[in-house]
């Protein structure tokens, strides 16, 4: 379900502006066009079911008329399909994945073959490249991407065609090593923000997990980056082996862990219990994946303004449970999408998700919220200012899923 412009949707359904674009146009050249989908939203308070826009288009612009509900009288309607937005957000992705091919399967075997990708020499710059041009080609080029690399962190903030932000990762499990690992993590993301550009990608920070970041280094992150300012996201409760992995200290994470020789001390208590504990929370960070948690934690992250990332597709692939939407939903958290990497999912459009969660959730999620979550949750999910499309304006902003 690729998004277009609604201008140029317009254009290549047969509702351009004047017959003569040399000409300036007259009151007899100005058109109103009256475009209807499932879901219409400018941006404001809640999306319309059922909606309409009414757009006036010129040799020299088009502009926003109104946003209404649909007449049985009104003018006829061009039918747009699924919906009418601003830009959707796809709010997790793992771009420098993009060569790794679709594995579905388990959790854990899954998180085993992106280690063995990396020491194939295939992740890394060429595959965000490749990446970064099928978000185009989808047309969702806001995105919240996980970076593994400087050269891929360069070109993220190079890129023109993209915003949103690349979120460094963390991976320290030692808590000897703590202080080291953070002040290398602060001096490269100092470099990197030097490199922000207005209109372009911004730099965050991603500690990984609360399993593969120490306490210490994990507190240290989240300190910092509550002090700069910096974005925040952290992959929390993606699997019953990672709550099995806090509470007991067993499983097929912990079993992973002693192959590795990776150290850990469980917590006694639920992944988002543990984050809230040591002061990880405070700052609102964004928490990816969200699948395997109940309702005190769901209530400890609305209570801390932290937004969510929902990744259907991933989850479904990895068999890592059911997204509990309702109960987001029922405590006001907002939630965003993601595609996730290529590994886990069949492909980076975030409207497949939309879809994916529609047939996933069923009754339980109301198809104007989950088109809500795409767009505001998306840009909340980044800290990003939310697109509204006010009458007047110019339509640039609004978009057809096609």
Not at 35 to 56: C, F, K, N, S
Not at 153 to 158: G, N, P
Not at 220 to 240: D, F, K, T
Not at 332 to 361: C, I, K, N, Q
Request: proline fraction near 7%; charged fraction near 20%.
């Amino acid at each position: 379900m690729p998004v277009r412009s609604l201008a140029g949707w317009l254009d290549e359904n047969g509702a351009s502006g004047t017959d003569d674009p040399m000409q300036l146009p007259s009151l007899s050249a100005l058109r109103r066009y009256t475009v209807g989908a499932e879901v219409v939203y400018d941006g404001l308070g809640t999306p319309r079911g059922g909606g309409v826009v009414t757009v006036q288009r010129s040799a020299v612009g088009s502009s926003l008329v109104s946003v209404g509900d649909k007449a049985n009288d009104g003018p006829e309607l061009i039918d747009a399909g699924f919906a009418v937005t601003p830009l959707p957000v796809n709010a997790h992705t793992h771009l420098d994945l993009s060569a790794m091919p679709f594995t579905p399967g388990d959790y854990v075997g899954f998180i085993e073959a992106v280690i063995d990708h990396g020491r194939s020499g295939l992740r890394g710059l060429s595959a965000a490249k490749r990446g970064i041009d099928e978000l185009v080609a989808a047309g969702t080029t806001v995105i919240g991407d996980i970076v593994t690399s400087h050269e891929v962190m360069e070109h993220l903030l190079s890129d023109d065609r993209l915003s949103g932000v690349a979120y460094w990762e963390v991976v320290g499990p030692d808590p000897d090593r703590a202080e080291e690992l953070f002040e290398t993590t602060r001096a490269a993301v100092d470099r990197f923000r030097q490199r922000q550009r207005p209109g372009g990608m911004i730099v965050g920070v991603s500690p990984h997990t609360p399993h593969t970041v120490s306490p210490r280094l994990l507190t240290l992150l989240a300190g910092w980056a509550r002090a700069e300012g910096l974005p925040l996201a952290i992959h929390v409760a993606e699997s019953q082996a990672e709550v099995r992995l806090h509470s007991s200290g067993d499983g097929p994470i912990a079993d992973s862990f002693r192959r590795f020789g990776v150290p850990f001390e469980p917590s006694g208590s639920s992944p988002v219990a543990y984050l809230e504990r040591l002061g990880v929370l405070e700052g609102g960070p964004t928490l990816v994946h969200m699948v395997n948690v109940d309702e005190e934690d769901v209530r400890t992250v609305q209570r801390r303004g932290c937004a969510v990332v929902h990744c259907p597709r991933s989850n479904e692939a990895l068999a890592c449970g059911r997204f509990p939407w309702e109960l987001y939903a029922k405590h006001g958290v907002d939630v965003a999408f993601g595609t996730d990497s290529s590994g886990s999912s069949p492909d980076l459009d975030v409207t497949h998700e939309v879809v994916a969660a529609r047939s996933m959730h069923g009754v339980k999620a109301n198809v104007r919220g989950l088109v809500r979550a795409a767009v505001k949750g998306g840009y909340r999910a980044l800290r990003l200012e939310p697109p509204r499309v006010t009458r007047g304006a110019p339509i640039d902003g609004l978009y057809v899923w096609t």
